[in-house]
């Protein structure tokens, strides 16, 4: 079994911080004590097994929206036995402090929350803004697409009377190629017949 004694530098009193030890020290089955210290540091007392005691001694380091952990003063040394549970060690005008620390804190997140909601709204506002430009310009690419559709529909009119004309075209130039083929025949016929008959053939 070991003990620990650490002395918590930062930004360590009336913002929570000793609850926190006080969770991670249950949480680990530590016992000892936390308690705040006339020059503005937190002494931890902490007695266990010498590898939870090490992971106790790292996880004290927070630091979060509130707390802000500088510096921890540690020493270790062969537990004492002396401390049935973990507890937080108060002194006798600590609630009052509290309760004005409490207030105090509230009132910083309010303005916090405050802030947060007017810059959300003024993004809002923005956003719609900007999405009223943007279905102005989606009406008008609607109203060109209706005319791209009325030129495209006109274009295909165009293009089905090319193919018909095209068509019409083929055929009767198959017609007449049929034609002038038909009388060359029969002209290559008399042909042969007058050289059978001169007997040049």
Not at 122 to 136: A, C, H, I, P, T
Not at 152 to 173: A, F, V, Y
Request: proline share 1%; charged share 30%.
């Amino acid at each position: 079994m070991q003990g620990l004694t650490a002395y918590v530098s930062g930004r360590v009193q009336r913002v929570g911080y000793r609850a926190k030890v006080v969770s991670l020290a249950n949480g680990l089955g530590l016992t000892g004590l936390v308690q705040n210290r006339p020059d503005g540091r937190v002494l931890v007392i902490a007695e266990g097994e010498n590898e939870t005691v090490e992971q106790f001694a790292s996880a004290i380091r927070i630091e979060n929206s509130l707390i802000n952990v500088e510096k921890v003063d540690t020493s270790y040394s062969h537990a004492s036995g002396e401390f049935s549970v973990f507890k937080k060690v108060t002194g006798p005008d600590e609630v009052g402090e509290r309760l004005d620390d409490g207030i105090e804190i509230l009132k910083c997140m309010m303005v916090g929350i405050n802030t947060i909601i007017k810059i959300t709204q003024s993004g809002f506002e923005r956003l719609g803004n900007k999405m009223d430009v943007l279905n102005s310009k989606m009406d008008s690419m609607n109203s060109k697409m209706d005319g791209l559709n009325c030129k495209t529909d006109k274009m295909l009119d165009k293009q089905d009377e090319t193919i018909g004309d095209i068509e019409g075209l083929r055929s009767d130039l198959k017609e007449h190629m049929d034609e002038r083929f038909d009388r060359i025949e029969d002209e290559l016929a008399d042909i042969k017949s007058a050289g059978k008959e001169r007997g040049t053939t």
